[in-house]
């Protein structure tokens, strides 16, 4: 048994009980219990990857390994771990495991700069070499398209115009030098929104956040530089923007110029059909791509401040120096023919390092990271929101263009997008966030320009209450979103996975249920993980004594599935107010302890719940579980 796995008077005294006595169940038979292993294995996996599955890094695994091990060393001064060494976890930064997946056009692939591209000092030509507009379901409706039509009073009357002409005269012949200017050119567009909008956050953000230097800096550099951007996009993106729409994989590559000037027409509020909240609207369905509700911050929270000193950020470093980069956006769509049957998967837990410390973008560089999205990618960055996944948003801006074109995910998906880079520190969280500078982010790029930075995005359940989370049909569709998010259709070689606790907080999800969870896609996608716990030791300890034991035990998938699924059913049944999340592991515990050691079975029935048994209690209080 592993020296970090809890042994205790409790788990004694659950020897010496008539274990099969207290949990038998009439009716239940063999079938009903688990199979597991009682030996130890190595955790270790070491594939080697094939040579065509490979893209050759632009910097070479010298480079590579000097930058993961630099990241790494005020993390590793301390003990704040468990597990298997971050350093040895398979990495971007390691060229013998599988890397990032090429730029090749294609029916699957939308690439909107000339291909084949390798990275250089020049930036990435568009592709083709003029605007080429598609205004229909199948892209993003751009606000420079000539389809795009906005009504106007011109002597009284009403008449169409080209909304596109509309935008260039607000910014072109007229200087911007304050708020109300910005303010007042926005709605010359929206005229629709004139006494709906209200800009008095954005005002008070300008006259009361910002210092006189800074708001010179703004309206003197910032700005006329977001208006370029913008009013240049027809030269720089010249190609429509498919839409990534639910059940159709898809990839879509554009250069971080490109995606510059996306966003700057976001922060201007360009994109037509995009500010209505009507569930019937064509855009119903996606997320918000203009900023409007963050520049209105109708609640004044001063953690929008933070946000939107992230973005002025990056702003700043775009219009001042381009970034010669490119981001791939892709749709990962899993079929039924793909997902393992989880009540028979033989695959044990593979690697996992768990740590109270360290956070998935820094200490997880390298790896496949874990954005804890809203289905609606991005959730609330462009409004008030700021948790996990708006925080990285923000920080690493060129994810927002996911919300310009991604539509919601279903059950079976997930965005994978990869090469975005980090411009902004920050501190905090929800209202605790701050804007703590600029942020040079020296990630190694691979030969297209991709920072080695793989962001998965996937969507939990919010539970209204906590207790259904542990129902088989809510484990179901955690592990399968999980698994659309960790799967790669190369299977070999892969790196580990950067992750925490997803789903958890407002979302109400476990975190020891949710860790079990992850590590159990994990193991079918032949994955490692990598487990932050964000400050919580007692979580990072119970997380790790509960691995080590399944470790242990060579506990399967299949039978960690049956006994997650069985003890949701005693918590359907279960009486009183009992806390689930301080039962889950102590049932796992006295499960595990009744394994016969000469035919490695478990009982997984029980006649007399564990969770309302005094052996329960005894286990879940001398574990501090």
Known sequence: MNDDTPSSPARKKLRQMSIMESISKPGMTQS????????????TIDIEPEEDDITIA?????TTTTYSSEIQSDYSTEKFWKGKPLTEMPSLFHQKFVQLPDIKPGRDHTVLFNAPFLMSDALPEPHPTSYTDKWDAEHVKMPCSPSNLYPVNINGNSALEQRWKLVKQAFCDKKISCSLDLEKAILSYNSRYNNIWNFRGFHEFVDKELSSTERQKLFEHILPGIIRLAIEVPDRVTRTPVLLVRNKPHSISMSQSQIASLLANAFLNTYPRRNT?????????????????????????SWVYGKLRCLLNYFD??????????????RQVVSDSEYPNWDTASETLNGFHVSSEGTIEKEGSGLLQVDFANKFIGGGVLNTGCVQEEIRFVICPELIAACLFSEVMENNEALIITGCEQYSRHSGYGDTFRFEGDFVDNTPRDAYGRRLCQVVAIDAIPFRSKEVQYKQESIDRELRKAFAGFYCRHGVGLTAVATGNWGCGAFRGDPRLKCLIQLMAAAVTHRDVVYFTFGDRQLRDDLYNMYSLLKEKEVTVGALYTMLCQYGQQIGGSRGSRSPSLDLYGYLYALLDTLDSEDGVADCSSETSLIESDVHVDVAVETNL
């Open 32 to 43: 009903n219990c688990v199979s597991v292993g009682t030996s130890s294995t190595d955790c």
């Open 58 to 62: 632009e910097q070479s695994v010298t």
């Open 277 to 301: 909240q009507k569930r019937q609207s064509e855009f119903s369905s996606y997320p918000d791509i203009n900023f409007i509700k963050l520049l209105e911050n109708r609640s004044r929270s």
């Open 317 to 330: 470093r775009v219009v001042t120096e381009e970034p010669k980069g490119v981001v791939t956006f892709t």
